[in-house]
């Protein structure tokens, strides 16, 4: 609050500005922030200036609420989430914060009335693709949802330059093309350098002399400006607006001056693209860390700058730290953001000033940790050498948190030399290192997996002797995606259908869906149906013809597999069906009559570094080739292969599928979340016992889904006698 000596003007003293609600002052405002904001008139403006006023103006109509929250939320000081997360896949935020705002009506009859399409304006906006895939996706869906649940909270993350690659195919193969997603401006961002961070690196730890007590302290060898970037996270039309408070890595100025009064220019600007580069590009790896000396000083710069943001910023005066576990929990998105127990401890102790024992008491009620896998090369681990050159004093933290874990699992378990050596943090071989699971897990209050299936798994398997040490810690928490996105505004027709039949309630309280059960009898109801899914899939057409000049035949069933190519998740075994189909036609085994219509529709990107799964990209567009071309299938069978599927091609893509392709190798997919949106989009899954598909099964039956493969016992027992392909192919 500004001081001042003479009254104040009413309107500085009311919380914020009232929006319009019309849509003669919605018109007022698009005009007034495309003159004063963009600086045209609406006669010379560009499709961008037009969007970028429209995103302005549903953010003005946000901001009272917005403004007021992150007051309440200081002010009342209940406790909170604080949700950290590398990635969050967003998708486009103007139809999503629309129709939170319930402007979707006024913005399209007061463009309408300026000569604008909101269609257009709606297609301009490039998603930012701010994660790889389900886990960043998983991210941005629960910020929706929290904030639809109006729980105080804030995400916290990386604002990378460069989001996930655009994927061009190239004759059928893969290449990565830069996303320079800020290129033409970010409405939807607000910069607030004011709110830097300092984040240090490097250097050596030493200890001190403070009255009598021996301390420790960090004395880093270089640091960045961590500056905030927040964005709006609308609940859906409950007057809530949280906060996602993304970080970009620029360069401090003192780290700068130094240099550039030292006289070496170059080395100044070196300096700097070397800071900056933190958080200049998303890895594209999923599920698979590349263990980059980059990616943990991503990992520390967003997380010591969230750590610090939280306790500066958003506690109250005076605020009693033993108080931390009523006020905050620091939800863990997979091992990414985990290297924040150890910078709470440091923060704890030798900042703070607090005792060991009461700082660690406070950290073990302060984090949950989200275990996102099962496959072991995803597990992270960082090699002691590496974190201790970046990190000194993280590391020694992390020595003593096992240190003290290790003796207490002796005194519980006893000196069994091999247990010990496989629950400690400290990994020896093939090189010593940082088992960032395990330290999530010995620090977490709660770990919990994302499907009744994995959950099970990792108290059985990954994470057993942890099981029997925290009784208790272990829980499930089964994934979800929001209905707002992926069926009000994915599928609005479906939307309007579901919700003459017995109320928009769904939209927050999903499992009102099951009142939908009594219309699986009626004629009417079912037809309707069948009316939606077909107007969505020639909606699929008209977008894949304008965006890829790929045509979609009528009739056809749409037998659908979209997300990242891995091996495990099988996109060969689909393409060898296809060839199956294929080969069985040509070779006069199959009568072509016999051949149902279908298109099978490819979308998936896979890892720049991960060989087989281009290579799998790049047969799946050759059998396209060859399948869609030849008469002889009488155009029965085709394959469409869209590239760069992102949210905003999955939102088109979902609500026209038929078919759900979820066939994973049982025990390897955590949950899945794409099966959830088929499923919420009325598709019938094929799919393995795997992750959420058992979920899903049990919810909509054994008629809607088409059980498929070996069971996960199955798969173990097959590969604990030993799997040889080849053995396979030659006993045929
Ligand atoms: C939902 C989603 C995913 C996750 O799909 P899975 O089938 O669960 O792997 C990946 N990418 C995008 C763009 C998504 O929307």
């Known amino acids: 609050m500004p001081e001042s000596h003479s009254p104040l003007h009413p309107l500085a003293l009311a919380p914020v500005i009232a929006p319009p609600s019309t849509a003669d002052e919605f018109v007022e405002r698009f005009l007034h922030n495309l003159n004063f904001d963009r600086g045209v008139a609406l006669s010379a403006s560009s499709a961008n200036d037009r969007y970028l006023a429209l995103a302005h103006t549903v953010r003005d109509y ?63 906006e490039v ?24 729980v105080p909270s804030i995400g916290y993350g990386i604002r990378y330059e460069y989001g996930i690659f655009r994927q061009t195919f190239v004759d059928g193969q893969q290449v990565e093309q830069p996303d320079a997603w800020l290129a033409l401006g970010s409405p939807w961002e607000f910069a607030r350098p004011e709110d830097a961070q300092t984040i240090a690196f490097g250097g050596r730890t030493e200890k001190y002399d403070d009255d009598g007590v021996t301390r420790s302290r960090w004395v880093p060898a270089w640091n960045v400006q961590a500056v905030p970037y ?70 520390y710069f967003f997380v010591a700058a969230s750590i610090h943001d939280f306790l500066d910023n958003m506690l109250a005066d005076g605020f009693d730290l033993a108080n931390l576990p009523e006020r905050v929990i620091f939800q863990l998105n997979d091992t990414h953001p985990v290297i924040a127990v150890p910078e709470f401890m440091r923060v704890l102790v030798d900042e703070k000033h607090l005792e060991w024992d009461a700082a660690w008491a406070i950290t073990q009620q302060c984090f949950a940790y989200t275990c996102h896998t099962l496959l072991p090369e995803a597990l992270e681990v960082w090699p002691v050498e590496l974190l201790g050159r970046l990190l000194p004093r993280h590391l020694e933290i992390i020595y003593r948190i096992n240190d003290e874990f290790l003796v207490a699992v002796r005194e519980r378990f006893g000196d069994d030399e091999m247990l010990v050596r496989n629950m400690s943090i400290i990994a020896e071989h093939p090189e010593r290192s940082v088992r960032m699971a395990y330290l999530a897990t010995v620090a977490g209050a709660k770990v919990n997996g994302v499907a009744e299936l994995h959950s099970q798994l990792l108290r059985d398997k990954v994470l057993h002797d942890f099981d029997a040490f925290f009784p208790g810690k272990f829980t499930n928490v089964t994934n979800g995606v929001t209905p707002r996105r992926f069926l009000r505004l994915a599928n609005p027709e479906l939307s309007s259908l579901i919700t003459a039949a017995i109320g928009d309630g769904w939209t927050t309280e999903l499992e009102r869906l099951h009142e939908l059960e009594p219309f699986a009898d009626d004629a009417e109801f079912r037809s309707a149906f069948a009316r939606v899914k077909a107007a969505n899939k020639r909606r699929l057409s008209e977008v894949l013809r304008e965006r890829d000049g790929v045509e979609i035949s009528d009739g056809h069933m749409l037998d659908v597999m979209v997300k990242r190519l891995h091996e495990y998740k099988r996109q060969l075994l689909k393409v060898l069906h296809i060839v199956t189909t294929y080969e069985g036609v040509i070779s006069g085994r199959i009568a072509v009559s016999d051949v149902v219509p279908r298109t099978a529709i490819f979308g998936a990107k896979a890892a720049p570094g991960y060989a087989m799964a281009k290579r799998i990209i790049h047969l799946i567009n050759a059998v396209g080739e060859v399948v869609n071309t030849d008469p002889r299938l009488e155009g029965r069978l085709k394959v469409v292969f869209p590239p760069n599927y992102n949210v905003t091609l999955a939102e088109r893509v979902i609500p026209a599928a038929d078919l759900s392709e979820q066939i994973s190798l049982a025990g390897k997919e955590a949950s899945g979340t794409g099966n959830m949106k088929f499923a919420l989009n009325g598709a019938l899954t094929i799919g393995t016992d795997d992750g959420a598909n058992v979920e899903i099964r049990e919810l909509v039956g054994d008629d809607n889904f088409y059980l498929f493969g070996m069971s996960e016992p199955e798969v173990e027992a097959l590969s604990t006698r030993g799997y040889r392909p080849q053995e396979f192919y030659q006993g045929r």
Not at 80 to 105: I, K
Not at 261 to 272: I, K, L
């Open 127 to 150: 998603e930012p693709g701010l994660g790889n895939g389900g886990l960043g996706r998983l991210a941005a869906c629960f910020i929706d949802s929290l904030a639809t649940m109006a």
């Open 62 to 124: 946000l901001m009272a609420r917005w403004l007021e929250d992150v007051r309440h939320q200081k002010e009342v000081q209940a406790k909170g989430v604080c949700y950290l997360s590398a990635e969050y896949l967003l998708g486009r935020q103007l139809d999503n914060n629309l129709l939170a705002a319930d402007l979707t009506e006024v913005a399209g009859e007061a463009l309408a009335s300026c000569g604008v399409s909101l269609d257009e304006l709606r297609a301009h």
């Open 230 to 299: 927040n964005y709006m996270v609308p609940g859906f039309r409950n007057g809530r607006v949280n906060t996602l408070r993304l970080w970009s890595a620029v360069a401090t100025s003192a780290f700068d001056l130094r240099i550039f009064n030292s006289g070496d220019y170059e080395e100044a600007v070196r300096a700097q693209t070397f800071a900056e580069n933190i958080s200049k590009v998303l890895y594209p790896e999923d599920s698979t860390p590349q263990g980059k000396e980059l990616r943990l000083q991503q990992q």
